[in-house]
T-cell receptor, first 113, second 114 residues
Framework: GDSVTQMEGPVTLSEEAFLTINCTYT??????LFWYVQYPGEGLQLLLK?????DKGSNKGFEATYRKETTSFHLEKGSVQVSDSAVYFC????????????FGSGTRLQVQP | NAGVTQTPKFRILKIGQSMTLQCTQD?????MYWYRQDPGMGLKLIYY???????DKGEVPNGYNVSRSTTEDFPLRLELAAPSQTSVYFC?????????????FGPGTRLTVL
């Protein structure tokens, strides 16, 4: 079945540092890939998405590129802020049938001033 | 638009009690989902629905039931609460157009079973 593997956290960075959160996936066919963010005490919000190979999703300074050859969708940001502190989830959807999301276990990011 | 709303926000149950978690969306989405999030884990699918009157099991359906009598509402029922059901529950919805499947999430219900 489908699965998503994320790097374990927490990831602790200083403000303005470079961020990478690794995500790899296993899926049949051509899934859509997503990064969701969960701020403390809140639900999940879509951060960015990519629907086919080599697509780059971007939002709020975050980027991720859909790499089919390495089955990866790593999240990057050039300069993190304290306000980026949250839990980040990589997810995929096969786009057929129930269209439910398969989530990774999440990576907690803590940015220190 | 309010998006996806869930009630209650918090609830404490005793073992064996029952309750219904409410979920409503105002985006006219056909697809609705219930997930649970255990500490340090990703979300796991409990039940889903592809339209009014149609529901099906996800990965972890045991101990839960759902119904979908309208497009807007998708309640989740716990009949005999157990400590293993202590979790945060999220409802989500999406449309059925194309293969791109952005899901919109509610704020969650934090449930503790003692």
């Amino acid at each position: 079945g489908d699965s998503v593997t994320q790097m374990e956290g927490p990831v602790t960075l200083s403000e303005e540092a470079f961020l990478t959160i690794n995500c790899t996936y296993t899926a049949t066919g051509y899934p859509s890939l997503f990064w969701y963010v969960q701020y403390p005490g809140e639900g999940l919000q879509l951060l960015l998405k990519a629907t086919k190979a080599d697509d780059k999703g971007s939002n709020k300074g975050f980027e991720a590129t859909y790499r089919k050859e390495t089955t990866s969708f790593h999240l990057e940001k050039g300069s993190v802020q304290v306000s980026d502190s949250a839990v980040y989830f990589c997810a995929l959807s096969s786009g057929t049938g129930r269209r439910a999301l398969t989530f990774g276990s999440g990576t907690r990011l803590q940015v220190q001033p | 638009n309010a998006g996806v709303t869930q009630t209650p926000k918090f609830r404490i149950l005793k073992i064996g009690q029952s309750m219904t978690l409410q979920c409503t969306q105002d985006m006219n989405h056909n697809y609705m989902y219930w997930y649970r999030q255990d500490p340090g884990m990703g979300l796991k699918l409990i039940y889903y629905s592809v339209g009014a009157g149609i529901t099906d099991k996800g990965e972890v359906p045991n101990g839960y039931n759902v119904s979908r009598s309208t497009t807007e509402d998708f309640p989740l029922r716990l009949e005999l609460a157990a400590p293993s059901q202590t979790s945060v529950y999220f409802c989500a919805s999406s449309n059925d157009r194309g293969t791109y499947n952005e899901q919109f999430f509610g704020p969650g219900t934090r449930l503790t079973v003692l």
